[in-house]
Structure formats: C-alpha cells, structure tokens
Nanobody, 115 residues
Framework: QVQLVESGGGLVQAGGSLRLSCAAS????????MGWYRQAPGKQRELVAT???????NYADSVKGRFTISRDGATNTVYLQMNSLKPEDTSDYYC?????????WGKGTLVTVSS
C-alpha cells in the first residue's frame, strides 16, 4: 500500500507561483509513474502532468510552458512547480500513482488563484 500526502496549496494572485509537493510512503523508484491531477467544483478530474521512472514528463496543453513536474528520489517526493497562475487553475490538486495494478490518491491540496 502507498500513502501520498500533498502540500503547498494556498491562495495566490493571478500571475503568481506555487510549488506543490507530494510525499510518498515508499521509494518512488519502485513506482513506474506519478502524476498530478486537478478537479474544480462541478468538473471532472483532469490530468495535469505525469513523470515516469525514467524521467519522461507529460503535460496537459493548458499548463504547458507554465507548470513543471519533477521528483526527488532522496525524499520520495514529487513536485509541481506552477508559474504564471491563472484563475482557471483554481482546483483541488491530487497526486496519484499506479503500483502493482492499483491506483492510489492523496487527499489533495487546494489551489485558489484570484484575479
């Protein structure tokens, strides 16, 4: 079983930056890929970014060029650096991993971007 704990959310003005963290309870090198997702009120959860064990990254078109996903094997943490934030980025942000054919989710961290 894998526990994921997100942190780093908060209130920021449009154009500002935040860095989200996701701490995993096991070595991230044992996990094939990790991802960040978000879900705004009344909307479906959507993929934001993923990073594989080999370091390959993938981003939603809406965040390309503004968000960067990275990981630190020493602390078993995956980060999401969010720059040039827009009001439409306001959402609950969730970390997710697939491990032994099961999908694990954190409880999320709220990001609010004011205009």
């Amino acid at each position: 079983q894998v526990q994921l704990v997100e942190s780093g959310g908060g209130l920021v003005q449009a154009g500002g930056s935040l860095r989200l963290s996701c701490a995993a309870s096991i070595s991230i090198f044992r996990i094939g890929a990790m991802g960040w997702y978000r879900q705004a009120p009344g909307k479906q959860r959507e993929l934001v970014a993923t990073i594989t064990s080999g370091g390959t990254t993938n981003y939603a078109d809406s965040v390309k060029g503004r968000f960067t996903i990275s990981r630190d094997g020493a602390t078993n943490t995956v980060y999401l650096q969010m720059n040039s934030l827009k009001p439409e980025d306001t959402s609950d942000y969730y970390c997710s991993v697939n491990y032994f054919s099961r999908t694990y989710w954190g409880k999320g961290t709220l990001v609010t971007v004011s205009s």
